[in-house]
C-alpha cells in the first residue's frame, strides 16, 4: 500500500548540531505536513507545505516541499534537549478525494544529548 | 481552548471485555477522526466522522470496532470483545471541514492482557 519512508530511521545529536532529515513517497503529493510526537502525547503539526519548491520555516525549523512533489525535506537548526521525540511527515492519501485523510511517513526519532 | 480531550489516558482490561474510549472535540471543529498507532503499523486513520456524520470508516479493522458520534462535542469509540492485539494507543482528532492539518488529543494507550 501507500507509503511514505521516512530517513534516518532514529538519530542522536548532540545540543548545538543541525539535524536533516526527509520523507519519500511513491506518488505525487500535494500537501506536505510535518508533525512533532512528544513521548506520551499526541503529533503536534509544526509546519505545511502547499508547493513544490515551497521553503517555509517555523522558529529553528525549515521544511521544504520536494520539487518532484514525492519528497520533503526537514530541518532543525542549533538542536536542544526539548527537540527529543518522533518527527513524522503526512499527506493527503492520494487515492481518497477530498483532502480528509492522511498518510503518515513511518517517524524519524531524535534524540539530543546534552 | 482546552484542545482534543481523551479518556481515559490508559486502559488496562482483560481479554473479551468491552472497552469504550472517549474524545470531546475543539469546539467549533466540525470533522473528527480516530486514529490508531503501533509499533509495527504506526498511525492509521480507523474512521472519519464529518458533521456528527460517519463519512470513511474503511479503517476499521472488523466488527468488533464501532464508533459514534452523537452530536458535535462527543465520540466513542468501543471494542466489543477485546484482543490483546488490540493493544494501542488510540488517538481522535478534529480539524475544520477536513482541513489541511488535524489537532490530536493525547491519546489513550490501551493494554489488552
Known amino acids: 500500500g501507500q507509503q511514505l519512508n521516512q530517513s534516518p530511521q532514529s538519530m542522536f545529536i548532540q545540543e548545538g548540531e543541525d539535524v536533516s532529515m526527509n520523507c519519500t513517497s511513491s506518488?505525487?503529493?500535494?500537501?506536505w505536513l510535518w508533525y512533532k510526537q512528544d513521548p506520551g502525547e499526541g503529533p503536534v503539526l509544526l509546519i505545511a507545505?502547499?508547493?513544490?519548491?515551497e521553503l517555509t520555516s517555523n522558529g529553528r525549523l525549515t521544511a521544504q516541499f520536494g520539487i518532484t512533489r514525492k519528497d520533503s525535506f526537514l530541518n532543525i537548526s542549533a538542536s536542544i534537549p526539548s527537540d527529543v521525540g518522533i518527527y513524522f511527515c503526512?499527506?493527503?492519501?492520494?487515492?481518497?478525494?477530498?483532502?480528509?485523510?492522511?498518510?503518515f511517513g513511518t517517524g524519524t526519532r531524535l534524540k539530543v544529548l546534552a | 481552548d482546552a484542545g482534543v480531550i481523551q479518556s481515559p489516558r490508559h486502559e488496562v482490561t482483560e481479554m473479551g471485555q468491552e472497552v469504550t474510549l472517549r474524545c470531546k472535540p475543539i469546539s467549533g471543529h466540525n470533522s473528527l477522526f480516530w486514529y490508531r498507532q503501533t509499533m509495527m503499523r504506526g498511525l492509521e486513520l480507523l474512521i472519519y466522522f464529518n458533521n456528527n456524520v460517519p463519512i470513511d470508516d474503511s479503517g476499521m479493522p472488523e466488527d468488533r470496532f464501532s464508533a459514534k458520534m452523537p452530536n458535535a462535542s462527543f465520540s466513542t469509540l468501543k471494542i466489543q470483545p477485546s484482543e490483546p492485539r488490540d493493544s494501542a494507543v488510540y488517538f481522535c482528532?478534529?480539524?475544520?471541514?477536513?482541513?489541511?492539518?488535524?489537532?490530536f488529543g493525547s491519546g489513550t494507550r490501551l493494554t489488552v492482557v
Open positions: 503526512a499527506g493527503p492519501d492520494p487515492r481518497t478525494s477530498g483532502t480528509y485523510k492522511y498518510i
Open positions: 507545505l502547499y508547493k513544490a519548491g
Open positions: 506518488s505525487i503529493f500535494n500537501t
Open positions: 482528532a478534529s480539524s475544520l471541514s477536513g482541513g489541511y492539518g488535524y489537532t
